[in-house]
């Protein structure tokens, strides 16, 4: 490392025991670099730079955890160029200003070029980003941008024009079990494949979250190094706050309003309804419980449940108390008698607990919007089939992640107007069959 270079605005790096297990573990060269073989390979441009010691500006583009800042120190530990590290989340344009005006001078006076590493270059405003340009340009610099959003949004034209883009994948599962495993190595702990790969499925591809967590859990793997998966959860799981003893008959009666509506019954709706009131609670949080009822409770078995709550929550806003206790009745009658389905409370849960374990799944790249020619050039809406030019508006194609089957979890209740959208799918169903046989 030259002895001149500059980690400005960071802390230093430490050096002692208390080195996150993430630092310790992190490649100190691109050969140890996992899942970006792209990146890697033997005759890839990022390879011939750093191999060359000739660097052209570029920007990494990928998801937390997925090599962004391992790549930048690797430059930064073998260039025998000037180098700057820059916190977009602390730096401000006064900062910029004054480590460009020492590149300007070390290039005019020393034919010297500093390498300017920007960590969250999103972060940084356009003012900041035009800050860079002329240095760019002059040669004076050597921009190498981080960022987990899409440049094409958050990189100014200007300076993304003069920068390659290397994208950078979502680390699998494999590599990621590979790198909890040198972190069970690095720590002393006794290897559970099963816990291996609990880590790296939730770890959303991340592996600085891996070892982060990983870490968390040594001092309960020293005491039991085969603890169960669902111990481990309970811990790494945020905790939940409870409500307040106090407010106990609050959250009571609420939930009686709730399940008398459940069970179909207006009076004793009415009865709990006029406690809540009568007691001075705030009818917008009663207001805002049946809005939600009616789409747990009653959703599609009757569209116009949720119609009639958000017209009563605008009487609510509107008239207030005492005047909106009727529109609060009337409502209370119209969700207890209304039809009950819980399809599309359970469909959401459904399709909740698989997106979190596989939010690291890629949207795929035909159902990709490209508003730019960097997204275009990356195959982003290449192959999508425009529904409306095809018989029937269907051209049936797959919209779940490249990783999944197709899941069902919306399945209409016998109710209602469910019945109706019972049919509609059902439509679309025989339609596709109908496709699958040409």
């Known amino acids: 490392m030259n002895s001149d270079q500059t980690d400005f605005l960071e802390e230093k790096e430490i050096t002692d025991r208390n080195v996150p297990l993430a630092e310790k573990l992190r490649p100190r060269s691109l050969d140890e670099v996992l899942g970006q073989p792209a990146l890697t390979a033997p005759d890839s441009p990022l390879r011939k730079m750093i191999e060359s010691d000739e660097y052209q500006s570029f920007i990494l583009w990928g998801p937390p955890g997925s090599g962004k800042t391992t790549i930048a120190r690797i430059i930064e530990n073998s260039t025998k160029h000037r180098f700057v590290r820059f916190s977009a989340v602390l730096s401000s344009i006064t900062d910029v200003k004054a480590v460009m005006k020492d590149a ?223 529109a609060l009745a009337q409502l209370v009658v119209y969700l207890a008698t209304a039809p009950k389905s819980n399809s599309l409370y359970t469909a959401y849960e459904a399709a909740a607990e698989d997106a979190r374990k596989t939010s690291h799944y890629g949207v795929p790249f035909h159902i990709r919007n490209a508003p730019t020619k960097l997204m275009k050039d990356l195959g982003y809406g290449a192959g999508y089939k425009y529904d409306h030019d095809f018989d029937n508006k269907y051209a049936y194609q797959k919209y779940f992640p490249e990783q999944m089957e197709e899941k069902t979890y919306y399945i209409p209740g016998e109710f209602g107007f469910e019945k109706e959208i019972a049919k509609r799918i059902q439509w679309w169903i025989k339609l596709r069959q109908e496709k699958d046989k040409k």
């Open 104 to 326: 300007d001078y070390m290039h005019r006076h020393q034919n010297q070029t500093t390498i300017v590493f920007i960590d969250e270059i999103h972060r940084f405003n356009k003012a900041q980003q035009d800050a860079f340009l002329p240095y760019v340009e002059s040669g004076a610099i050597v921009l190498i941008g981080a960022t987990t959003e899409n440049p094409s949004f958050e990189v100014i034209p200007a300076l993304l024009s003069r920068c390659h883009t290397f994208v950078l994948q979502m680390l699998s599962e494999e590599d990621l079990k590979t790198i909890i495993r040198k972190g069970y190595e690095s720590l002393g702990l006794e290897e559970d494949e099963d816990i291996i790969g609990w880590l790296a499925q939730q770890s959303s591809g991340d592996a600085r979250r891996a070892l982060n967590q990983l870490e968390l859990l040594v001092p309960y793997f020293k005491k039991e190094p085969h603890k169960e998966i669902k111990q481990l959860a309970t811990i790494l799981e945020k905790k939940t706050l409870y409500y307040d003893k106090d407010r106990e008959e609050h959250y009571n009666l609420i939930s009686a309003l709730h399940k008398s509506l459940r069970g179909s019954d207006p009076q004793a709706g009415l009865y709990w309804l006029a406690r809540m009131l009568e007691a001075g609670e705030d009818p917008r949080y009663i207001v805002r419980r049946l809005i939600r009822f009616a789409s747990e409770d009653v959703g599609l078995a009757d569209p116009q449940a949720l119609v009639q709550a958000i017209a009563v929550k605008e009487a609510v806003l509107f008239i207030g108390m005492p005047e909106a206790s009727t």
